[in-house]
């Protein structure tokens, strides 16, 4: 498919009313923290507005805001009634959906968001541009959006194995892996016979060896559960490392641990 041609952004300076600005539940990147907003308000009031938010047209007396919602905020505070505004001209205005998403682009560069804000923006984004692309405006890997999507990412034909054969967290972890839907349904059907901590221990084998064939896989699986559970107590400093390992390597905490701890009993 050939990518459409998007001119350059070009706008004229107007002044509109505050109460004809519009801002939809998508777009909003996060809430806005009343102390970064109160400073803001008073840095405009002593300094000016030195960049108006940027807006395009929806109707006579109607706009949606494409960047720029801690400065509308801070300027409501400021109670005006008109404020200047970077309107889009019509040669370079989006359509509806594509303005939903720009906006939502803009304002997770300007803002430091949630893991809840950044999972609601990569659901909202991905229905609105694909996966890759949203990827891509978050700054994130197609792995790490995937965790970040959840169960939502998962494809209808695995969805269909939930709840009576799979449960919601196997599915989801499953997909997370195996990306390619073939594959992942042989594993479903694989993995359905074998009891809840089997599996879920299956699925931890399978993370850590996606290459491995499905007996290596059970018999590592039954053999992890078989083995001694013990808990080792470390420092904050070394549990943040830890954290922050498990972060890097899109992993979970414990799984990080386990192969620390194989690769030092390996050396010994």
Excluded at 98 to 118: G, Q
Excluded at 225 to 246: D, F, P, Y
Aim: hydrophobic fraction near 35%; charged fraction near 30%.
């Amino acid at each position: 498919m050939a990518r459409r041609y998007r001119p350059p952004i070009s706008y004229h300076l107007r002044e509109i009313p505050v109460k004809q600005i519009k801002i939809w539940k998508d777009a909003q990147a996060r809430k806005l923290d009343r102390e970064g907003i109160a400073e803001l308000a008073k840095s405009i009031k002593n300094e000016g507005l030195q960049n108006p938010p940027m807006v395009q047209k929806e109707s006579k007396d109607s706009y949606l805001l494409m960047s720029g919602q801690r400065r509308l905020a801070a300027l409501k505070r400021l109670r005006a009634k008109k404020i200047p505004v970077l309107l889009l001209t019509q040669g370079t205005k989006y359509d509806l959906k594509d303005a939903k998403a720009a906006s939502v682009i803009e304002n997770l560069h300007r803002n430091k968001m949630s893991v809840k804000d950044v999972a609601a923006a990569s659901v909202f984004l991905t229905e609105s541009v694909g996966k890759s692309k949203a990827a891509q405006s978050l700054g994130i890997s197609q792995q790490t959006l995937r965790k970040y999507l959840g169960f939502a990412a998962v494809p209808d034909k695995l969805k269909e194995y939930v709840p009576k054969q799979l449960s919601r967290d196997d599915a989801t972890r499953l997909y997370q892996i195996v990306p390619n839907i073939s594959k992942a349904l042989q594993i479903i059907e694989r993995i359905i016979p074998l009891d809840q901590r089997l599996r879920k221990q299956y699925l931890r084998t399978l993370a850590k060896n996606p290459n491995s064939s499905h007996n290596k896989l059970l018999k590592k699986a039954k053999s992890g559960l078989l083995q001694q559970r013990i808990t080792v107590e470390i420092n904050k400093s070394n549990a943040r490392k830890l954290q922050r390992l498990a972060a890097k390597n899109d992993l979970e905490v414990t799984d990080v641990a386990e192969k620390i701890m194989y690769d030092y009993l390996k050396r010994k």
